[in-house]
Each structure stands twice: as structure tokens, then as C-alpha cells.
């Protein structure tokens, strides 16, 4: 499995990186090569998401609903597209092709507790992807925000932006190349308390200061 990051950004909270192009999702069990682990009641992996070049695909490996309707077979991913993962609440089988539709009054919750994504590829110069929790579940650890990194992640106050931040002044380029991140702000940035202008590399755990705001990197498990 490739690795797992988590950003902690001031004002804003941490979110999941997950950098490749291949990602299970499921419940939180042993296993430690589930890349997006949800505290809910799932099996270890219900779905796979895979990166072809521009392209998400949606695997499913479980019970799987794609806005509102049931899936079996692998099917490419739009920006806006609802995924529900888990145990329908219903003991017949839903064949393919059944549409579940949301309960009135319920925006956010999926009926019969579904555990709901949202995913979205918000910014035009960049292939990365962002998946936003919509029921009342958590990821473990708990974030904010998934982001499904090809290539560059953007940090910034607009709704363009993978990573939600209220406080920044400029959006904020992170490059993840060769194992490591490094950041890319047209004002420079503050590493470890040195300034440092043009593409700067950012090592885990050191506050970084840039656009206003402040944020730190970590590998997880």
C-alpha cells in the first residue's frame, strides 16, 4: 500500500493524503492495507478506487451504491458523484440497476446508514481528487478531508482548492515527488523558522509558514 500523510493546517484541521493511483476503502480491522479506513459498519474493504492517467474508476467489492444506484461492475467516476458503501439494512439482495434514493429532510445522511462520500476533482490544473465525507462517520484517523494525490495538491481559502483553508492569503502548491512533499507559494515560505523562496522541500513534522497560514506534514499508518 503507499503511503499515508496527514496535513495539520491552523484554522482548518488535518486531512488525509494519499498519494498513487490505487486505493481501498473500508472499515477500520487489523489490516493495514486499507488506504481509506472509515469507522462504520463495513467490512474490511468494500470498494476500490483506481487512477487511470485523468480518470478515477470505482471498484466495488462490497454492497456499493453510485448516486443512489447499485453497482457491480467497475464504472469511471464524475466530479459530484455520491458513493454509499456498506450493509443497505435490508435482508434481500438489491440487484444491479436498483436506485436508493435519499430520505426527505435527510441533505446529508444516506438512508438506512450508508456510509456516504462525495468526490470531486475541484481543481482544473490538477489531477488530484478529493473525497468529503457526507454521513456522520469518520475516517481513522479522523480528517476533515480525503485528498487522492496524482500529482499536485492545492491549499487555499477558494472552493477550487483540495485543501480548505479560510486563513490563506494565496493558494499553496504541494508537490509529492520521490517519497517526500515540497511546497511552492509565489510569497515564499518559513521552514523551521529559515526563509526559503521557490520550491521548497517540507520534512515531516517541521511547521511550515506560507500565505498566511501555518501547517505541518506527518506519515502515518
Partial sequence: MAKRWMIWIDGAGGFLLLP?????????????????????????REAAIRRRGADYYLQPLGTLFLAGRREERPTILRHGDRISI????????????????PTEGTAEAHPMGLVTLEFTQPHPLSESARLQLLSRHRTLPHSEGIVLVADTCILGATPRCHL??????????????GGSWECRCASGA????????????????VAV?????????????
Wanted: charged share 25%; glycine share 16%.
Fill in 164 to 177: 480548505r483553508a479560510p486563513l490563506a492569503e494565496a493558494e499553496v502548491v504541494l508537490i509529492f515527488r
Fill in 190 to 205: 518559513e521552514v523551521a523558522g529559515q526563509d526559503r523562496g521557490g520550491r521548497v522541500e517540507i520534512p515531516p513534522g
Fill in 20 to 44: 498513487g493511483d490505487d486505493w481501498t476503502m473500508g472499515g477500520c480491522g487489523e489490516s493495514d492495507d486499507v488506504a481509506i479506513r472509515i469507522q462504520g459498519p463495513l467490512a474490511r
Fill in 86 to 101: 456498506g450493509n443497505p439494512g435490508t435482508p434481500q439482495r438489491l440487484p444491479q440497476g436498483t436506485i436508493v434514493r
Fill in 209 to 221: 509558514r506560507t500565505a498566511g497560514l501555518s501547517f505541518s506534514m506527518e506519515e502515518i499508518q
